[in-house]
């Protein structure tokens, strides 16, 4: 079973930038498409941003389109998400996916993944 670490969260003010990192254990993460969703508080899940298993293929939520990139570095199977021009709506418990699926896809739907981190939380002060 696939194991993922998040980091990188904390505490900043509007305007400010972040970069989430995710790594992933084991030999595979290479061959997985990966995602990252976000839960605001008393709020549910919802995607944030996907990138597929061979680096090429982009998917992201409207809220974040321009603001925050996704990326990945299969050589320290690291994923990172770098988040610029924060938002107050933007604090929330951060978690990164793994869709361990053939293909090349960069699914949504949070049933689709089938790894998940723990999960590190962004708090943006107005």
């Known amino acids: 079973q696939g194991q993922l670490i998040e980091s990188g969260g904390g505490l900043v003010q509007t305007g400010d930038s972040l970069r989430l990192s995710c790594v992933a254990s084991g030999s595979t993460f290479g061959n997985w498409n990966m995602g990252w969703f976000r839960q605001p508080k008393g709020k549910e899940s919802e995607f944030v941003a996907g990138?597929?298993?061979?680096?090429?293929?982009?998917r992201y939520a409207d809220s974040v389109k321009g603001r925050f990139t996704i990326s990945r570095d299969n050589a320290k199977n690291t994923l990172y998400l770098q988040m610029n021009d924060l938002k107050p709506e933007d604090s929330a418990d951060y978690y990164c996916?793994?869709?361990?699926?053939?293909?090349?896809?960069?699914?949504?739907?949070?049933?689709?993944?089938?790894?998940w981190g723990q999960g590190t939380r962004v708090t943006v002060s107005s």
């Open positions: 996916a793994a869709d361990p699926q053939l293909n090349d896809r960069v699914p949504v739907a949070g049933e689709l993944y089938e790894y």
């Open positions: 990138i597929s298993r061979d680096n090429v293929g982009t």
